[in-house]
C-alpha cells in the first residue's frame, strides 16, 4: 500500500493526473518488468521525449539545409549540451532552442520549442531516416509557418501521453498551455486505461486488457490515434460534445469520443493514401472486409514490440497459393509495398491497403492546402457507418459540413434549421453556426449566436471573445487571463475605435508574455505607424519581419511604414515581397 501512495503522489510531481486515476508509467513495469522493457523500444514508446543538457537526443546529427522555395537556409547545432535550430535569410536570422522532439527516428523526428508561457512551437526542419535533414511536413513552401506554428493539445493528443493540465486550464483540441514537465512518450495506459486501481489490487478488472475486448474495440483503440482519413481541410473528424481531448478512455466506443468524416464518394479522392492512414487503407481491403472483424492491427503487430513474422498472419486464411504464385517467405512486398504519402514524401510507409497488384507510382511534389484546391461537397460520415437520427447526431453532421468551409452554402441552411427545430443547450453549435456565419461573410447575422453560446455555457472564454464586444473580452481574460488572443482582439477593438494609447498599452503587454509571437510585433507596429511613431513602428515592424519573413502581411505593414517615411525604394523591395508571398497564399 505504501508503495502505491508513494506511486500517486510521484505520479501527481510528473505530469500525470492523480485524479483520474492515470500513474506514472513505470510503476507497470514493477509486475510487467519484460513487456515494458520491450515496449519502451518501440515506436510508441519512443514516441516523445525531452532533450537538454539532462536529457541528451541520441541520434542528432548537426548538419544544413537551404530551402530554395523561400530563400533561407537552416541549421541545426548542439552547443552547450543544448539543441539548436537556426534558420538565416535576407530578412534576418532567428534561433530557437530545441526542448522536445516528436518521433521514435524509425521514419522521422521533429522538433519542438517551448516558450515561455509554456505554448510550444513545431520548428521548420526535420530529420528523416531516409535523407537527413529538410523541411517539416507542409513546410516546403514560401510561405511556410516559420517558427510560428502552435503545438495544439490535438497534436499532443497522438504523439504522447496525457500530460496533466493546469488547474483551471480548459481541455480543448485548440489548446497550446503545456504544463512545465510533459510525459515522454506513449505510455501503457493509452491502451489499457488509468492505472491506479490496479496497481492498488492487481484485479483482471480494475484494468483494460484489449484481448478482452469484442474486435471492433480492439480496433479502436488503434483508430483513436492511426485513422485519419485525410489531412487536408474536410474535417476528417469531430469531437463529440463535452468531450476534452484527453478525456478518451481505452474499451468504450470511439463514437462516444469523436466522429470521423471522408469525403463523399464519387468526388475523386477514393485512393488517398497519406501518412496516417493505416487504419483507413486497411478498412478499403478486401482482407478486412472479408474477415467480418476478426482482421485487426494486433493480427500483425504485437504492440508490446515482440517481433512478428507477418507471412504467418497472411498464412492463416491464405494456406493455399495458386499455381500462378511461387512460394514466397514474405507477403508485405509486393502487396503492402512501402511508399511515400502524399503528404510527407521524404519518408517511406507502409500502405495498409492489401492489394493484389502493384501500388501507384509515388508522388513527386508534397500536398498540402498551399498546393491543393480545397474540397467543395458533402461531407459524409465515415466511421461509425451510421448513427441513429438524433438531435445531437443530426447537429454534430451539421457541424462537420460547416467545420472547414466543405459544405459552407448547404450546411449552414442545416445547422440553422436544426438549431431552430431541436433549441440544444449545448454552447458549441451556436459557437460553429455563428464561426461559420462570419466565414460566410455574414457577421451580423452572427451576433445573436454568440451571445446563445455565451448563455448556455457563460464561463466558457473562446464565446465570450467571440462576441467581440469590450465587456465580453474583459470577462473572457478573466477567465483565461494567460490568452493572448484574447488581448490581440482586444486591442484590435481599441484600435478600431481610435483608442490607441490602450491598444498600444495591450500590445506591449502581449509581447511581454509571448516576445516570440509574430503578432505582438506586428501588430504593435502598426498601432504606432497610426499613432504617427514612425521610428518607433520602424523597430517592431522589422522584428516582425525577422520573426516570420514568410508571412506577408509582416512585408506589407514594414513596406507601408518605409512609405510613409519617404523611403520609397526600400518600401518597394518589401511590398513586392507581401504581393508575392499573397499570390502562393501568404497573409
Known amino acids: 500500500m505504501r508503495e502505491c501512495l508513494l506511486a500517486l503522489v510521484a505520479a501527481a510531481s510528473l505530469g500525470y493526473a492523480a485524479d483520474d486515476g492515470y500513474i506514472e508509467p513505470e510503476r507497470c513495469a514493477d509486475c510487467h518488468r519484460q513487456i515494458a522493457e520491450s515496449y519502451a523500444r518501440t515506436g510508441m514508446g519512443r514516441s516523445f521525449r525531452t532533450v537538454g543538457p539532462e536529457s541528451a537526443l541520441p541520434g542528432f546529427e548537426p548538419g544544413t539545409f537551404s530551402h530554395g522555395a523561400s530563400g533561407q537556409s537552416f541549421r541545426a547545432y548542439r552547443k552547450d549540451g543544448r539543441y539548436y535550430l ?20 524509425n521514419h522521422a523526428r521533429t522538433y519542438l520549442h517551448r516558450m515561455a508561457s509554456g505554448a510550444l512551437i513545431e520548428l521548420p526542419l526535420t530529420w528523416y531516416a531516409g535523407g537527413g535533414w529538410a523541411m517539416s511536413p507542409a513546410y516546403d513552401r514560401p510561405d511556410h509557418a516559420g517558427f510560428s506554428r502552435p503545438i495544439a493539445y490535438a497534436c499532443m493528443f497522438c ?22 514537465r510533459l510525459p515522454q512518450g506513449i505510455d501503457c495506459q493509452r491502451c489499457h486505461g488509468p492505472g491506479r486501481e490496479h496497481a492498488r489490487t492487481p484485479r483482471r478488472d480494475a484494468i483494460v486488457n484489449p484481448a478482452r475486448l469484442s474486435t471492433e474495440r480492439q480496433l479502436e483503440i488503434c483508430m483513436q490515434c492511426h485513422l485519419e482519413t485525410t489531412s487536408l481541410a474536410l474535417p476528417s473528424m ?4 463535452g468531450r476534452g ?33 493505416a487504419v483507413y487503407r486497411l478498412r478499403k481491403s478486401a482482407c478486412f472486409r472479408a474477415s ?26 491464405h494456406t493455399m497459393l495458386s499455381a500462378r504464385h511461387p512460394p514466397a517467405q514474405e507477403c508485405v512486398s509486393c502487396h503492402m509495398p512501402r511508399r511515400r504519402a502524399a503528404d510527407a514524401i521524404h519518408i517511406t510507409v507502409t500502405d495498409h491497403y492489401i492489394r493484389a497488384g502493384p501500388a501507384a507510382a509515388a508522388d513527386t511534389v508534397e500536398q498540402h492546402d498551399g498546393n491543393s484546391l480545397p474540397y467543395s461537397g458533402e461531407v459524409v460520415l465515415y466511421y461509425p457507418a451510421s448513427l441513429p437520427r438524433t438531435a445531437e447526431n443530426q447537429i454534430d453532421m451539421a457541424i462537420a459540413q460547416v467545420k472547414q468551409d466543405s459544405n459552407l452554402a448547404g450546411g449552414l441552411q442545416r445547422l440553422e434549421q436544426l438549431i431552430a427545430q431541436y433549441k440544444p443547450t449545448r454552447g458549441d453549435a451556436y459557437f460553429e453556426l455563428g464561426e461559420a456565419l462570419v466565414r460566410a461573410g455574414q457577421p451580423s447575422r ?5 451571445a446563445e453560446a455565451v448563455k448556455h455555457e457563460p464561463k466558457q472564454w473562446r464565446y465570450l471573445g467571440a462576441l467581440g464586444t469590450v465587456q465580453a473580452l474583459e470577462r473572457a481574460r478573466g477567465l483565461a487571463p494567460k490568452e493572448v488572443v484574447l488581448i490581440y482582439a482586444l486591442a484590435d477593438l481599441y484600435s478600431k475605435e481610435g483608442k490607441l494609447a490602450e491598444a498600444i498599452a495591450l500590445l506591449r503587454q502581449a509581447r511581454e508574455l509571448e516576445p516570440e509571437r509574430v503578432e505582438g510585433a506586428n501588430n504593435l507596429g502598426t498601432a504606432l ?44 523591395v518589401h511590398l513586392r515581397k507581401a504581393e508575392a508571398l499573397s499570390l502562393v497564399g501568404g497573409r
Open 238 to 241: 469531430l469531437r463529440r460534445a
Open 159 to 180: 504523439h504522447n501521453a496525457y500530460p496533466q493540465l493546469e488547474t483551471g486550464v480548459e481541455d480543448w483540441e485548440g489548446g497550446t498551455r503545456f504544463p512545465p
Open 529 to 572: 505607424l497610426k499613432m504617427g511613431d514612425l521610428s518607433g513602428a520602424e523597430a517592431v515592424l522589422r522584428e516582425a519581419v525577422r520573426l516570420r519573413p514568410e508571412l506577408a502581411a509582416t512585408h506589407l505593414n514594414l513596406g507601408l511604414m518605409l512609405a510613409a517615411a519617404g523611403r520609397g525604394d526600400e518600401a518597394r
Open 86 to 105: 537556426r534558420r538565416d535569410s535576407a530578412d534576418g536570422s532567428i534561433e530557437s532552442e530545441i526542448h522536445y522532439v516528436i518521433g521514435s527516428g
Open 446 to 450: 452572427a451576433i445573436p449566436y454568440f
Open 245 to 277: 481531448v484527453f478525456s478518451y478512455r481505452p474499451g468504450e466506443p470511439l463514437a462516444d469520443y469523436m466522429l470521423h468524416f471522408d469525403h463523399a464518394p464519387g468526388a475523386g479522392r477514393e485512393d488517398k493514401f497519406e501518412l496516417v492512414s
Open 292 to 317: 467480418a472483424g476478426a482482421l485487426t492491427c494486433t493480427t500483425c503487430h504485437d504492440p508490446h514490440g515482440a517481433p512478428r513474422r507477418y507471412v504467418d498472419a497472411c498464412n492463416r486464411c
